[in-house]
């Protein structure tokens, strides 16, 4: 059965800084159109990729502003944050999300093998993981004029993939705490923010979003 719908203050982990955009570039002008399609209160609006823009180029510098994968990264880690000290070895043996969902740790390098480890294990493999990427100049380069790397569009999907799932771990396991923490508010607007932003590129497999597809289905509804 999936929770009901859940504002967020510590962090679990380093924050990931954002690196600065010239001002004057294509960068900036795409940033500051990201800003104030945002303030406008319409984040369907606000994902969509502008008019003749590349979408590498999009996805990357939504990278600066809530809804994308360094905003959500720090995000995640704040609200995960506020919930640790009841997400632990023996509360959550195992990454989960509701019965029917679980999930196994491999990054291909390290652990190549899936391995069955607790929530907080899992979830620590996946941040430190994701901020390995992020760091990656060539996969993420922050210089103006460097290309993409080809896999860069497989990468950032494998990334917003496994942050879903600790989404979705908070959401099934952890919902009375993030109640009686008042934090409710605060995961909906981020979990939205992620949502709509995956939606509209087709970002993550319909398939993977399965624990959470009621919500979805709801916070969709709510902004037609």
């Not at 967020?8 to 795409?30: A, C, V």
């Not at 944050?81 to 509360?91: A, L, V």
Request: charge should be neutral; include cysteine.
């Amino acid at each position: 059965m999936l929770l009901p719908l859940l504002s967020g203050s510590r962090s679990s982990k380093t924050f990931k800084p954002k690196k600065n955009i010239p001002e004057g570039s294509h960068q900036y002008e795409l940033l500051k159109h990201a800003e104030a399609t945002l303030g406008s209160g319409n984040l369907r609006q606000a994902v969509m990729l502008p008019e003749g823009e590349d979408l590498n180029e999009w996805i990357a510098v939504n990278r600066r502003f809530p809804f994308a994968a360094v905003d959500f990264f720090n995000q995640i880690n704040m609200l995960y944050g506020t919930i640790t000290e009841f997400c632990t070895e023996s509360s959550c043996p195992v990454m989960s999300a509701g019965p029917r969902y679980e999930y196994h740790w491999a990054d291909g390098t390290n652990i190549k093998k899936p391995i069955k480890c607790s929530a907080p294990k899992y979830i620590d493999y996946l941040m430190t993981w994701v901020q390995d990427q992020l760091d990656d100049e060539t996969l993420f380069p922050s210089k103006i004029g460097v290309p993409f790397p080809k896999n860069f569009m497989s990468v950032a999907k494998t990334i917003l993939k496994r942050l879903f799932r600790v989404y979705a771990h908070i959401y099934h396991q952890h919902f009375d705490s993030v109640m009686r923490l008042q934090e409710e508010a605060h995961l909906n607007t981020s979990f939205k923010h992620f949502i709509f932003f995956v939606q509209e590129f087709s970002l993550i497999d319909r398939r993977e979003l399965a624990p959470l597809h009621e919500l979805i289905e709801k916070l969709g509804s709510k902004d037609r």
